[in-house]
């Protein structure tokens, strides 16, 4: 798809790094329509490697920048949508697998964020029909695609993604941002029910590092 003097245009959430240096290494033009809810660490990151950034609206979340991306694409000449959010990139699918070998090829229980549903869990699933695939949500971060791939969404509040946050970066040493700490957050609450004793819950870490020091964590 892709050709010299193309312009690559991607609506990204708390992500686009990878594409950013990889558009930077083969020197193309980068268009990143993204939230302005992002932290000014990321927005730095993503320049840094020459990426344009196109904001939007924060309340609109991840609808709003592929609304603006395909804008951008029908008003540029040559514009190409690589459509990461669609789930087309096949990296999910090895790293899908290297985590069902990982662990013993035994997994009961998928907790996941909207990002991560897609092909992610239906990968998974195709290895195991009996995984159960838990959707973590909060009022600010809805499920709001593919939930007919998810079994059950539990619904928690932002205070409780952050305060789990704040307690993965004191025990485990881990930085990371509210995405994670919803996964964890209600990974943890389905933990303590009685029919899942016993069982091996994945919990997936989105948006590892730094880059979200400046809002509203404020580790």
Not at 13 to 20: H, I, M, R, S
Not at 24 to 34: P, Q
Not at 128 to 156: C, H, L, Q
Not at 194 to 204: R, V
Request: net charge negative.
């Amino acid at each position: 798809l892709i050709n010299k003097g193309n312009v690559l245009v991607e609506p990204v959430f708390k992500t686009g790094v990878g594409l950013a240096w990889m558009a930077c290494l083969k020197g193309y033009k980068l268009i990143l329509a993204i939230p302005d809810t992002v932290s000014k660490q990321h927005i730095s990151l993503l320049k840094s490697w020459g990426a344009i950034i196109a904001l939007t609206p924060g309340s609109k979340g991840v609808e709003g920048a592929v609304e603006k991306a395909k804008q951008l694409k029908d008003e540029i000449s040559g514009a190409v949508i690589l459509e990461q959010i669609a789930g087309h990139i096949v990296s999910k699918m090895s790293n899908a697998w290297d985590i069902w070998e990982y662990n013993d090829k035994i997994i009961d229980i998928f907790v996941t964020v909207d990002s991560a549903i897609s092909h992610f869990a239906g990968l998974l699933k195709t290895k195991n029909p009996a995984i159960k695939i838990i959707g973590a949500e909060t009022p600010e971060y809805p499920i709001t695609e593919n939930r007919d791939i998810v079994d059950e969404i539990v619904s928690i509040q932002n205070d409780d993604a952050l305060k789990t946050v704040k307690e993965l970066a004191v025990l485990e040493g881990l930085t990371v941002g509210i995405l994670s700490g919803m996964t964890v957050a209600v990974a943890t609450i389905i933990s303590k029910r009685e029919e899942n004793f016993g069982k091996t819950i994945l919990s997936i870490l989105p948006d590892p590092d730094g880059c979200y020091i400046s809002t509203i964590l404020n580790i």
